[in-house]
């Protein structure tokens, strides 16, 4: 059975959102493309159809927010999407992950998760064996992390 669900919108603000709540538009049930994935409405809840890069890393970003991590989504620039967790390191410095889908990069399952400088500067990346969520979960709860920082840090603009 051919899976279904409501159109989606990945925003200039980063946003995941239903048609409905994007632009007001009545919601209607359609066919999910093969280069789609399902997640949810940021707003709303309801379950949308997006880019499947935006869907797999949004339900990752969902996964994290679960397990009480500040993860949240971004764009990094011609609408291109990462998921990014700002924190302290053990060494007092601010540092942040930065998680892409390996499918829209490389076409592979998987994630690459990077850990970069406020200043944007890499300064470590994992390996591509990264393949779920709960690998990222896993790589980031090894980390030598001494607190979260919420995502509207303004040291990170
Ligand atoms: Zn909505």
Redesign the pocket.
């Known amino acids: 059975m051919t899976k279904k669900a409501y159109s989606g919108v990945w925003t200039p603000r980063a946003e995941v ?2 048609s ?2 994007h632009g007001g538009e009545q919601l209607t049930l359609r066919e999910v493309g093969k280069n789609e994935g399902i997640t949810r ?1 940021d ?4 379950e ?1 159809a997006v880019g499947k890069t935006v869907a797999l890393e949004h339900n990752l970003m969902l996964f994290l927010q679960d397990k009480g991590i500040p993860a949240h989504m971004v764009q990094t620039g011609g609408m291109v999407s990462a998921v990014w967790i700002h924190f302290q390191h053990a060494n007092g410095e601010l540092y942040y992950f930065a998680i892409v889908d390996r499918y829209f990069w490389e076409g592979e399952e998987g994630f690459l998760v990077s850990v970069n400088t406020v200043d944007g500067e890499m300064i470590d990346c994992t390996d591509n064996s990264i393949k779920t969520p709960n690998d990222v979960y896993n790589w980031i709860s090894k980390y030598p992390v001494a607190r979260f920082l919420p995502a509207e840090d303004e040291r990170f603009e």
Request: charged share 20%; aromatic share 0%.
């Open positions: 959102l239903c409905k709540c409405c707003e709303c809840g309801v949308i």
